[in-house]
C-alpha cells in the first residue's frame, strides 16, 4: 500500500459536475485536483472523466485540447482511467447521439439511444445487478440502488460489463477493463453505495 493518498486529475472539459466529483473523491480520501489542460494529468495515480452534456461537444474539446492522446499515454504508463456518466460513454469507439461521434476507443462498442418506449433521460434511482466479478474488488451487490442521468448508453461487451440496470433492455452500468472503469451513473450523488465504489477504487489504486 501507498503510504501517500491516491492522487486523481479530474479532467475539466467544460461537462460541468467537478465540485461533487472532487469532493466525493476528497471523502474518500483522494487528493485530486481538476486538470484544465493535458498536462495536468502528469503526477495522478488515476485520471477522472466526469461529465454531463451531450457526446459530441464534449468528444471535440477533449481531442482538440490534447487530452484523447494525453489520457492513451496516461493508461500506457500503468495509470487507471474512471470515466462517470458521459465520461463513461467517452470510453467507447463512437457514439450516435445527434450523429456519429469518435470516443477514446477503449472500450469495445457503440453508445446509442435508449429503447423507444421508455421515458428519457432515465432519471433517478434504479438497481444493479452484478453480472461478473470485477478485476479489483468494488464492494457493490446485486440490488443495491445508484442514481442515474442519461438519454443514451453502451452497448458494451459482455466480458467488460460488470454490472447493469434494467431500463428495457440491460444498460451497462459498470465496465472495466485492465486499469479502465466506467460507471454509467454518478457515484458521488449515489449516497454510501457510490462513496464504497469510490473506496473500492481508492483501494486498489493503492495496492497497484
Same mark, same amino acid.
Given at each position: 500500500?501507498?503510504?501517500?493518498? &491516491?492522487?486523481?486529475?479530474?479532467?475539466?472539459?467544460?461537462? #460541468? $459536475?467537478?465540485?461533487? +466529483?472532487?469532493?466525493?473523491?476528497?471523502?474518500? #480520501?483522494?487528493?485530486?485536483?481538476? %486538470?484544465?489542460?493535458?498536462?495536468?494529468?502528469?503526477? %495522478?495515480?488515476? +485520471?477522472?472523466?466526469?461529465?454531463?452534456?451531450?457526446? *459530441?461537444? %464534449?468528444?471535440?474539446?477533449?481531442?482538440?485540447?490534447?487530452?484523447?492522446?494525453?489520457?492513451?499515454?496516461?493508461?500506457?504508463?500503468?495509470?487507471?482511467?474512471?470515466?462517470? &456518466?458521459?465520461?463513461?460513454?467517452?470510453?467507447?469507439? /463512437?457514439?450516435? /447521439?445527434? #450523429?456519429?461521434?469518435?470516443?477514446?476507443?477503449?472500450?469495445?462498442?457503440?453508445?446509442?439511444?435508449?429503447?423507444?418506449?421508455?421515458?428519457?433521460?432515465?432519471?433517478?434511482? $434504479?438497481?444493479?445487478?452484478?453480472?461478473?466479478? &470485477?478485476?479489483?474488488?468494488?464492494?457493490?451487490?446485486? *440490488?443495491?440502488?445508484?442514481?442515474?442521468?442519461?438519454?443514451?448508453?453502451?452497448?458494451?461487451?459482455?466480458?467488460?460489463?460488470?454490472?447493469?440496470?434494467?431500463?428495457?433492455?440491460? +444498460?451497462?452500468?459498470?465496465?472495466?477493463?485492465?486499469?479502465?472503469?466506467?460507471?454509467?451513473?454518478?457515484?458521488?450523488?449515489?449516497?454510501?453505495?457510490?462513496?464504497?465504489?469510490?473506496? *473500492?477504487?481508492?483501494?486498489?489504486?493503492?495496492?497497484?
Amino acid at each position: 500500500m501507498k503510504d501517500t493518498a &491516491c492522487r486523481a486529475a479530474v479532467v475539466d472539459y467544460g461537462a #460541468g $459536475n467537478l465540485h461533487s +466529483v472532487e469532493r466525493a473523491l476528497a471523502r474518500v #480520501g483522494f487528493a485530486a485536483w481538476r %486538470a484544465v489542460r493535458p498536462e495536468a494529468l502528469d503526477g %495522478a495515480d488515476v +485520471v477522472v472523466l466526469p461529465g454531463v452534456g451531450a457526446f *459530441g461537444p %464534449a468528444s471535440r474539446r477533449l481531442r482538440e485540447e490534447g487530452f484523447f492522446e494525453a489520457i492513451r499515454a496516461a493508461l500506457r504508463e500503468g495509470r487507471w482511467l474512471v470515466g462517470l &456518466c458521459l465520461g463513461m460513454q467517452m470510453l467507447f469507439e /463512437e457514439s450516435e /447521439e445527434d #450523429g456519429t461521434h469518435e470516443g477514446l476507443g477503449l472500450l469495445a462498442g457503440r453508445v446509442v439511444r435508449l429503447p423507444d418506449g421508455m421515458k428519457v433521460p432515465h432519471m433517478g434511482w $434504479n438497481t444493479l445487478t452484478v453480472a461478473r466479478g &470485477c478485476p479489483f474488488p468494488l464492494g457493490v451487490r446485486s *440490488g443495491e440502488y445508484v442514481y442515474f442521468v442519461h438519454s443514451f448508453y453502451a452497448r458494451a461487451r459482455e466480458e467488460d460489463t460488470v454490472a447493469w440496470t434494467p431500463y428495457g433492455v440491460r +444498460v451497462p452500468a459498470i465496465v472495466a477493463a485492465g486499469r479502465v472503469l466506467g460507471f454509467q451513473f454518478h457515484p458521488e450523488k449515489s449516497g454510501e453505495v457510490g462513496l464504497r465504489l469510490l473506496r *473500492g477504487l481508492a483501494g486498489a489504486v493503492g495496492r497497484s
